[in-house]
């Protein structure tokens, strides 16, 4: 399609979905009158149920536990495919390129200590989950997060130990295949996928949810090392060369 | 009574969609694309609010206490997830369809494969 073509196929179609949309929302209720009834429902049930105080990761962990499940797979398969598209090319590819360094110290040292700062962030978000604001998923997005701010201000040889293939895909396999353990240990108990067979502790701390715990660490690593991976791809495939070149001269 | 939130998230989605038709650069299409998603978590999260509703986080908070839906809450973080995944798959498309064709103007991709 030409693009005369699109943009005049671009216009009405933008009116038209506009007009939808207008339709749509003259249905719904006004903002802030939410009518229910499945968040008034979990904002009861969810922490006599399970004693988690986060209701939304107690509802992403037990009430759609198998969507979750779905989710990480989603993030497992991107990273497949991400590895598939980019991991043979890194080998063929030599291109010369010009790598430019950071030379203020003052910002490499604040970028290094905003790794520590990240981490600490990452791994309480991760640990405090369904207790307070967080969970695996958010606090392995901020920890991957922070460890590549050690590739931008540090060196190259610094970030490599957290792009090795060889330590990240299996611990993927761990997060991802963890949360599929527990899942399929509550069937061979006779229970119902994913149930909860440890229990439900003490409502407020770390050793609350039973089952969440551990769905929620399954899910914290299958994150941050979908993440790290994602950036090792992409790093080996455009940085790698430069830095070998800089190295040899 | 009011719609405004609604009508953010139907303007983000238009915005965003104008943006990926009009792109000539893959990346910026791709980034578009994350503007057009951005519009479902507005609309999701401003779906589940409620007036005066606090999170849905009850430590050292009463039971009973108005909070905002905690089921779309856990739809947007599910919506993050997948965005994040799509966009990491789109990227690598581009960097390839940059190795194949020399470019990342979409309109040129199209003019080599044709």
């Not at chain 1, 207008?22 to 399970?50: D, E």
């Not at chain 1, 969970?135 to 920890?143: E, M, R, S």
């Not at chain 1, 293939?165 to 299996?170: E, I, K, N, R, W």
Request: charged fraction near 15%; aromatic fraction near 8%.
């Amino acid at each position: 399609m030409s693009r005369r073509v699109r943009m005049l196929v671009l216009g009405p179609g933008l009116l038209g979905l506009g007009a939808l949309f207008a339709w749509a929302i003259a249905g719904l209720p006004a903002f802030g009158h939410y009518r229910g009834p499945y968040g008034y429902v979990l904002n009861r049930l969810v922490v006599p149920l399970r004693h988690t105080t986060n209701v939304v990761m107690g509802t992403n962990f037990d009430v759609r536990g198998v969507d979750t499940m779905g989710e990480e797979f989603i993030l497992y398969a991107a990273v497949v495919g991400v590895t598939l598209l980019l991991r043979d090319e890194s080998n063929a590819r030599h291109v010369e390129r010009h790598t430019r360094r950071l030379r203020n110290e003052t910002v490499r040292l604040a970028g290094v200590a905003m790794v520590g700062g990240g981490l600490l962030v990452g791994l309480w978000l991760m640990a405090f989950g369904y207790i307070t604001p967080g969970g695996g998923f958010q606090g392995g997005v901020v920890a991957a997060g922070a460890v590549l701010l050690l590739y931008l201000a540090g060196s190259h040889r610094d970030y490599s130990p957290f792009r090795d293939a060889h330590v990240l895909d299996p611990l993927e396999g761990v997060g991802a295949g963890g949360y599929v353990v527990v899942g399929l240990a509550a069937l061979a108990s006779g229970s119902a996928f994913l149930t909860n067979l440890f229990g439900r502790g003490t409502t407020g701390t770390l050793l609350s949810g039973g089952s969440i715990v551990i769905l929620n660490w399954a899910a914290a690593i299958a994150v941050t090392c979908a993440m790290l991976l994602l950036f090792a791809e992409f790093l080996e495939t455009y940085v790698e060369p430069l830095e070998t070149e800089e190295a040899g001269a | 009574m009011s719609y405004l939130p609604y009508i953010v998230a139907a303007w983000i989605c238009l915005v965003g969609i104008a943006g990926i038709a009009t792109s000539r650069n893959l990346i910026h299409l791709a980034v578009c694309l994350t503007v057009a998603q951005s519009s479902s978590y507005v609309l999701l999260l401003s779906v589940g609010f409620v007036k005066h509703g606090r999170a849905p986080i009850f430590l050292g908070t009463k039971l009973g206490t108005p909070a905002v839906d905690p089921v779309v809450q856990a739809l947007t973080l599910t919506d993050v997830v997948v965005s994040v995944a799509v966009i990491g798959l789109i990227l690598a498309l581009a960097l390839d369809a940059h190795r194949l064709s020399g470019t990342v103007d979409p309109d040129h991709i199209a003019d080599v494969s044709g």
